[in-house]
Each structure stands twice: as structure tokens, then as C-alpha cells.
């Protein structure tokens, strides 16, 4: 493929809703270009951009990917991008590097979820905003009623630019706006045929063109206002201007499986979309925290942002990179700004699918990849050594699910650690902790989906069996009442003997961690053996007395004891205290502690009612509500961490996907009796096992 220049290329990324047609439509744009020599189907798992086998598995696409075509000497960088809530870091990757968003929307179940969260994200990086309605062939399909619903639901700017006649139920003609002309598709070809008879709807549709060109400017306003008729050269201007700055959002239509309407599709999209150097410059920072402008040149230095990171079962580790200014070759020196150190690359490549060709450059504006980065992550900086710039990375949605997993095989704990952070170097929606209290490995993502496609990987890439398991709850033990007990150690067993003595107050108080202190009187324990019988204490804190927890909120005050000149020792005096210790807490009122968590949710105002009441089911205390943007509230509560493991999956399925949380530790507090009794069960049970 030859070399553009940034107002030669388009980087599009395709979003919407799972299963509305976005891998189909790619392909369609790869065959008609001829790209592929073939039109890949998901049924038959020979896409070229749902290649990852858990994608041909699912029949769904659970990462970006990535391949460019050629169409009327311009060159079109196409991100597909997941549509599952699960798969959402690939979302936020394709529209962190695309200048544009074509929104593929179903014609058949409309809009949903996923088209509502890309809309969205797009609005947030910026991005203009193209809808295309897929699916018209399905005798279900009611391209009509989508696009009212898009305008009802997206605003005036949506604006139909190619729509479809549908003739006993089929639709193979569609009419462009632009040039009043019809097209028909039958047998792998189109051809123009008279306008059909759509009565007052096209007229209608027309005018809705009309009245979103007006908005572009005041001389067209005027224009329109007086009723004076729009030459075909303002409509195409006013609406390409409109698109670029956002105040028109074009609707285009077909049927990507049979690639109609996929021509004209492409025909507006290369005058219609803003090309990589009209999209403008990009803000940076440099190391003072100044502001830098970046311009998307080829003759500027370099700056490039790494949006994805691939483990390649056969070239290794691949760094996807969109060239923001300059030009990345092998012999360009390259500064990774996270680690300071220079990057030494052997090769450029620009990716096709799951292939890649090498290039002597890739350009500012262009998607390029680089093989065997050691040191670069997602989200880095590539930047030349003469002007240091960072950029900004991706904002990626937090993990909302965990689990904890396990190897089935025992010994292959390190193995499983291992693959699961390459696993997270590929997706930063993956987050792996080892919890050193449970002793469990806990992975967190976006759902269960998410998780299972890691189970899968697992096996299939690194070879390993896991199993997932509902995380155990870190617990913790206090004390209710002061108690005064004994701890006394005596052991002969010939020659010196052992010999501790100690009387210790134990009491509760504000605090954490173990308060010591003593008020010994007259030498009746030395004080060099204090250290001691505070260590015995600090080890004997670490399991409770009721189900083994760790004791908190402890304060133990050595008053009175005895000694021997001869068989005393730090060992005697530290064994003393833990015999205090095991005799006192049980006395003491022991109580045990469960975390208590921090819960903001924010959910649709339908749905607030479902939520409050879920809140209360799982124990939880609503603290007031917030309102959030339009439509939504926040609701803000406490809640025992035990009770919300599977509470992403409940709000996604009661919101339809529309909630989202934050849900972080704050404090301890006393479990209920009914509680505590079955976790005390629990833990005995375990330890019998």
C-alpha cells in the first residue's frame, strides 16, 4: 500500500450495539475496495477482522482491530470495534485513534444500549458522528421508524442522506439525497433507475436536508428563510460543513451482507468525514506541564500514542501507534516519556487484520504497529528526543466484576499469574491483584463475558486449566470489654528451663493496628523483655478468636509479672503473651467486623426504585441521591463488600445496560449476629475440610 499524505487518510472507527452489523459493514468495505478478494461472513468465522479465535468462537468481536483500504485515491483506516458492555476497552481504543465515528445502527432492533454509550463516547473525544442503518434486506427491518427514533433520541442534527425504497418488502433501491437519483441493486451490480414514487415522505426528507444545511451558516439561513431553493453545490457544502464541526450527523443505509448501498456509502464518506489533518492539531504537555500543540505534519517531530497492545502468537508483542505529528521509521529515534528510555525499533509495520505489512514509514495521521516494544504499554508516548511531549491516553471504564481464580492443576499458580498479566498488558479493563489476606488470586473486568473470554485465553494461548470462584470477604475481629488475664509460660527440660510471666489488660480503642503499653512497677518484668511480649502479641493478632480473622482495634497494657534470673528469656516472655492473649479475647466480648463499602451508583430515573430496593436487600444504608446528567440520578449508600459481588450483573440487567457504580472499601463495622454466625460456620468448616 503507498504512502498518503494526512489529507489523504481517514481514520474510522465503527461502533454501535453488539450484533447490529459493524464487522459485516467492514468487510463489505474491504471487498468492494478490493482489499479482500472475498466477503468474509461471521457465520462461516473467515472475517478478516474478527479473526481472534474467542471471535469466531462467540460469533461476536471482542477486541478492536484494524485494516485499511484504498477508495478513490484516499486511504481509510477501519477500527471495528466490540459492541458488548463486556468488551468495552476496545470501544475506547478504536475511538481514542479514529478522527471520526460511523455508528452502525440495526434496522431491524434499532437503537439500543450500545448506540446510546457510542454516541456518548464519541461526543466526549470530539469526534464527528456518522450513522449508517444496516440490515435493510431483513423483512423485519423499519428503516423509518429508526430514523425517527435516532432523531427523537439524538436531536435536529441527524440528518438522512441515503434512505431506502422498500417494495414488497424488500429494499433494493435506495435514494440519495444529495443528487436526487435512485439506485437498484440486484445480482451483484447497481444501476440508476428513475426516482420511485415515495409520495410526500421524500419531499419531507428532502426538506429535513434543507433545514439542517440552513443551521451551517446565516447566509444559507437567510436562503432558506425567503424560500429560495438551495443549488446542489450548497446542499453538498453546507452539509460536508456541517459534519466536520458536528452540527450535522449524516444517516446513511443498506445491507452489508449484500454490500447495497455500500458504494454510496463510501463514495460521501471521503468528502463528507473530516480527513486526519482537517480534524486539526492535538494538545500535549511537556515535562514542565506546559501545554504543546501538536500538528498533524509529516515534517514536524515525531509524537506518536500507543491506543493497543497484541501478544502475536507468531511476531510476540505488538504496539498499535496513531502518528500524531511526524513520521515513525526504523530510523527514527524514539523516547517512550512513561520510562524516559529510548525505543529501539527494527521495523514499521501497518496492520491487516490479523497481518501486517512493512513500511519504510507511517506517517502523521496514519495507524501503524510496532513488533517487540519490551518496555511500552498501552497508552504510552513515542515521542522524538527533540521536542518531549506526552499525550493523552485512554480513559478506559473501570473493572466493575471480580472473581477469584484458581489453577485446577496445584503448582501452576505462577503460570496462571503470568498469563493473566500478558493477558492485562492486551486489555487495561483487566485488572489481576493477588489479595494476600485471602491468599486468592482475584481478576476483575466488565462482566462475565469478559472473564469467561480470560478463562478461555488461558487455556487456549498459555495452556493453563483455571476454574473462578466467588472472592472471599476480608474480614476482621474486636473486642467489646476490658478483660485482665494471666499468660504464664513454665517448661523444664533439664539443664535451663523456660519461664515467663505476664499480666496483661486488654482493652478496645479507635485505632487499626495493635496499641502496647505497659505500666510495670517495681522490675516484675524487666523492660528488656517488653519487646518481646509485644511481638508475641503482634503474632497472636493475626488470627482471632472467633473464625481466625485478624484482630483490629486492640489495645494491650502489660502491668505486673514475674521473672527468673536463670530460665527467663525473650522467647519465654513472648510465648507468655501469646498464652495472655488465647486465654483473654474470648473473655473479652469478641465481635467479628465485616467491610463495609462506599456505593455511588448512577442509573436512569426509571429505575431508581428497583435500585433503592436491591440497596436495602443487600443490607445497605441509602445516604441521599445526586442528580447526574439528564434523566440520570446518583445514588449514594453504604453497603457490606460481602453482599456485592454479582452487583454489576443485577444494575446492568435491571438498567439495561444504562447504570454504572463506583464501589470502594471505607471501614469496618460490627457484623450482625445472624452474619457473623454463619461466616464463624463457614470458617470452621473450611479449616476441617
Excluded at 453488539?18 to 464487522?23: D, I, R
Excluded at 427523537?152 to 435514494?175: D, K, L, R
Excluded at 528510555?341 to 504497529?369: M, N, Y
Excluded at 521536542?387 to 496445584?410: G, H, L, N, W
Aim: hydrophobic share 35%; net charge negative.
Amino acid at each position: 500500500m503507498k504512502q498518503y499524505e494526512p489529507n489523504k487518510i481517514f481514520n474510522i472507527a465503527l461502533a454501535g450495539h453488539g450484533s447490529c452489523g459493524k464487522t459485516s459493514l467492514a468487510e463489505a468495505m474491504l471487498y468492494l475496495s478490493g482489499a479482500s478478494d472475498r466477503l468474509g461472513k461471521i457465520e462461516d468465522g473467515n472475517t478478516i477482522l474478527d479473526f481472534d479465535p474467542e471471535e469466531i468462537k462467540r460469533k461476536v468481536s471482542v477486541v478492536s482491530s484494524i485494516a485499511p483500504i484504498e477508495w478513490k485515491g484516499n486511504k481509510i483506516n477501519i477500527i471495528d470495534t466490540p459492541g458488548l458492555l463486556d468488551f468495552q476497552g476496545g470501544l475506547y481504543e478504536g475511538m481514542r485513534a479514529a478522527d471520526s465515528a460511523v455508528i452502525v445502527v440495526s434496522g431491524k432492533n434499532g437503537v439500543n444500549i450500545g448506540t446510546e454509550k457510542a454516541v456518548k463516547l464519541a461526543d466526549k473525544q470530539g469526534l464527528t458522528k456518522i450513522f449508517f442503518v444496516n440490515g435493510l434486506c431483513d423483512e423485519s427491518a423499519r428503516f423509518y421508524r429508526v430514523f425517527e427514533t435516532l432523531k427523537s433520541e439524538f436531536g435536529p442534527s441527524v440528518c438522512p442522506v441515503v434512505v431506502p425504497y422498500i417494495e414488497n418488502g424488500q429494499a433494493n433501491t435506495y435514494v440519495n439525497l444529495f443528487d436526487y437519483k435512485a439506485y437498484k441493486y440486484e445480482n451483484g451490480s447497481v444501476k440508476q433507475v428513475p426516482l420511485p414514487d415515495m409520495g410526500d415522505r421524500l419531499e419531507g426528507l428532502r426538506t429535513a436536508i434543507k433545514e439542517a444545511v440552513a443551521e451551517t451558516s446565516e447566509e444559507l439561513l437567510d436562503k432558506f428563510l425567503m424560500g429560495e431553493e438551495f443549488t446542489p453545490e450548497e446542499i453538498i457544502m453546507g452539509v460536508s460543513q456541517g459534519v466536520k464541526d458536528g452540527s450535522i450527523c449524516p444517516v446513511f443505509c443498506g445491507d452489508a451482507q449484500l454490500t447495497y448501498g455500500i458504494d454510496q456509502f463510501l463514495n460521501s464518506l471521503v468528502w463528507l468525514a473530516p480527513n486526519a489533518a482537517a480534524k486539526g492539531s492535538e494538545i500535549g504537555s511537556d515535562p514542565n506541564g506546559d501545554v504543546v500543540e501538536l500538528a498533524v505534519s509529516q515534517n514536524a517531530a515525531t509524537a506518536a500514542l500507543v491506543f493497543k497492545t497484541v501478544s502475536d502468537p507468531f511476531v510476540g508483542k505488538l504496539s498499535f501507534f496513531k502518528v500524531i505529528s511526524g513520521k515513525v521509521s526504523a530510523s527514527t529515534p524514539l523516547l517512550n516519556m512513561r520510562t524516559g528510555e529510548s525505543e529501539r525499533i527494527t521495523k514499521v509495520l501497518i496492520p491487516k487484520g490479523k497481518k501486517q505489512e512493512e513500511v519504510s514509514f507511517v506517517g502523521a495521521g496514519d495507524i501503524g504497529c510496532i513488533a517487540k516494544l519490551l518496555n511500552t504499554q498501552t497508552g504510552d508516548t513515542l515521542c522524538s528526543p527533540v521536542r518531549k511531549v506526552t499525550i493523552e491516553a485512554i480513559d478506559y471504564p473501570k473493572p466493575s466484576y471480580s472473581m477469584a481464580i484458581a489453577p485446577k492443576k496445584k503448582g501452576d499458580e505462577d503460570k496462571v499469574a503470568q498469563g493473566i498479566l500478558k493477558l492485562c498488558e492486551e486489555d487495561k479493563t483487566l485488572v489481576y491483584n493477588h489479595n494476600h489476606e485471602t491468599h486468592q488470586m482475584i481478576i476483575s473486568g466488565l462482566g462475565e463475558q469478559h472473564l469467561d473470554v480470560v478463562v478461555s485465553k488461558l487455556k487456549n494461548k498459555y495452556g493453563i486449566d483455571v476454574t473462578l470462584d466467588t472472592p472471599k470477604v476480608a474480614y476482621r475481629e474486636t473486642i467489646k470489654k476490658k478483660v485482665q488475664v494471666q499468660g504464664r509460660h513454665k517448661k523444664q527440660s533439664g539443664g535451663h528451663g523456660q519461664f515467663g510471666d505476664v499480666w496483661i489488660e486488654f482493652e478496645p480503642y479507635d485505632g487499626e493496628d495493635l496499641l502496647f503499653d505497659q505500666r510495670v512497677v517495681g522490675g516484675s518484668v524487666p523492660k528488656g523483655f517488653f519487646p518481646a511480649v509485644e511481638k508475641g502479641l503482634r503474632d497472636s493478632i493475626t488470627k482471632g478468636p472467633l473464625a481466625g480473622y485478624p484482630v483490629v482495634g486492640l489495645k494491650a497494657t502489660l502491668y505486673d509479672g514475674s521473672y527468673h534470673p536463670v530460665d527467663s528469656s525473650e522467647m519465654a516472655f513472648k510465648t507468655a503473651a501469646s498464652i495472655a492473649y488465647k486465654n483473654g479475647l474470648p473473655q473479652a466480648k469478641p465481635v467479628l467486623l465485616e467491610p463495609i463499602g462506599s456505593l455511588k451508583a448512577t442509573v436512569p430515573d426509571s429505575n431508581m426504585g428497583d435500585i433503592m430496593g436491591e440497596i436495602t436487600k443487600r443490607r445497605g444504608r441509602v445516604l441521599g441521591m445526586n442528580p447526574a446528567e439528564s434523566g440520570y440520578q446518583t445514588i449514594e449508600a453504604d453497603v457490606p463488600m460481602a453482599e456485592m459481588h454479582d452487583f454489576a450483573i443485577f444494575l446492568r440487567q435491571a438498567t439495561q445496560g444504562r447504570g454504572g457504580f463506583d464501589f470502594e472499601f471505607a471501614r469496618y463495622e460490627d457484623a450482625p449476629q445472624n452474619v457473623a454466625n454463619k461466616v464463624i460456620e463457614q470458617r470452621k468448616a473450611e479449616e476441617n475440610a
